[in-house]
């Protein structure tokens, strides 16, 4: 494995830093440093800026919008993102059901359907998981019923993130009772506005709107929206899976949270000597970036595979389990460094204009993102399913 960048890659890495130096938008610079929840115009204002540059697919091929960038280039674009402190894009139109569309769709839903992922005309939402239905996901409930040219979906979902700002969704349904679990699941887009879906919230323990339960009633969808075969939809949720917990690893990201605790720790809180000071932090520092380093590598061999023509495989397990753990330590470390102002109720007093955070800026919202980084080890499929497809696909057990 080549270590170094060649003067190419240098000169793309300087290209890239100058590009996002130059577009990132200021107003949502400016929402990131106050702490504030991002909206989905916050959202969209970025993702706009580079489907116009040709920029926000760069995993997709070529004729479907991507930008022919090499497994290392993507890299760097990762790295310069998250050193940037760039907000992510939302993964579920880009890196979920926009590969399933261009990999098993027909010609009719590639261009009815992947324009408006590119532009960020139609945000996207997953509905997969069910009350009863999470980690064993064949084990769903939601049902379709073929009625002509059509399907009648009834059932729930939950955990469905940004479901309040969805145009469409990708959802697994039921479509033969009897089948064997994964035999008999099929994969639909639904149009979120359709009559009998509803949208209710589920506010988070950080006090957040970012999940919601659907609920599908009678919900008419046709034929046409279900990608691939009939019953055949369980190659899809794989297939997305495979992608989804690739990008879970989220290295750079972590990289650019190390750096912050770093920077945390190095300030002088209340008159005491900077945290950085004490060996047994800086121990945990020192270890949480060694297995970031290691995780990085792992990374790295999986993109000089995908260049090599050769999907995600296993290896998307490992990704997933050990950049799952790293995310949380990072979020641990950042509150245990911050330490009382961390405390969730120092977030605002007061009433409406009148609240105000106590404690520093980079205090402020420790708490919340503790809290949410706890679904991390779940979503994606737990990292105890995780281990049990690494036993079998890797070990041989």
């Not at 009815?112 to 009350?131: A, H, T």
């Not at 599908?216 to 034929?223: A, F, I, K, N």
């Amino acid at each position: 494995m080549q270590l170094e960048f060649s003067p190419a890659e240098i000169a793309f890495q300087k290209e890239v830093r100058t590009f996002i130096a130059e577009n990132y938008p200021e107003n949502l610079r400016s929402v990131q440093d106050e702490g504030h929840d991002l909206s989905k115009e916050d959202f969209l204002s970025w993702h706009r800026i580079l489907a116009k540059k040709g920029w926000i697919a760069p995993a997709w091929p070529v004729e479907y919008g991507g930008t022919g960038w090499t497994a290392t280039e993507r890299f760097i674009w990762s790295e310069e993102l998250a050193a940037a402190d760039c907000v992510g894009t939302m993964p579920f139109g880009l890196s979920m059901v926009g590969p399933v569309i261009y990999t098993f769709g027909t010609p009719e839903q590639k261009a009815k359907f992947l324009p408006g992922i590119l532009s960020g005309d139609d945000w996207w939402c997953q509905g997969y998981s069910e009350p009863g239905a999470g980690s064993d996901l064949a084990s769903l409930r939601t049902k379709a019923v073929r009625d002509g040219d059509d399907y009648i979906v009834n059932g729930q979902k939950t955990w469905t993130t940004m479901a309040q700002y969805a145009d469409w969704g990708f959802f697994l349904v039921r479509t033969d009772a009897d089948a064997k679990a994964q035999e008999g699941i099929s994969f639909l887009l639904i149009d979120m506005k359709s009559p009998g879906v509803t949208v209710r919230p589920i506010i988070t323990l950080g006090g957040e709107h970012e999940v919601n339960e659907v609920w599908l009633e009678d919900v008419r969808v046709p034929v046409a929206n279900r990608v691939y075969e009939e019953n055949k939809g369980w190659t899809c949720a794989k297939f997305l899976l495979a992608h989804e917990r690739t990008g879970i690893a989220a290295v750079a990201r972590s990289k650019r949270g190390v750096e912050k605790i770093k920077a945390i720790a190095r300030t002088e809180q209340d008159g005491d000597r900077p945290l950085i000071a004490n060996p047994f932090f800086k121990r945990k520092i020192s270890e949480l970036e060694i297995d970031l380093t290691a995780l990085e590598f792992t990374e790295l061999r999986s993109l000089a595979g995908e260049a090599a023509g050769k999907g995600p495989g296993p290896e998307s397990s490992l990704l997933k389990i050990k950049g799952s753990e790293i995310q949380q330590r990072i979020t641990e470390l950042a509150l245990e460094a911050v330490g009382h102002y961390g405390a969730p109720y120092f977030r605002g007093f007061g009433d409406g204009d009148n609240e105000h955070p106590i404690g520093p800026d980079y205090a402020h919202r420790a708490a919340p993102t503790y809290f949410n980084a706890r679904k991390t080890t779940i979503y994606g499929g737990s990292n105890e399913i995780q281990r049990n497809i690494i036993a079998k696909m890797v070990l041989g057990i």
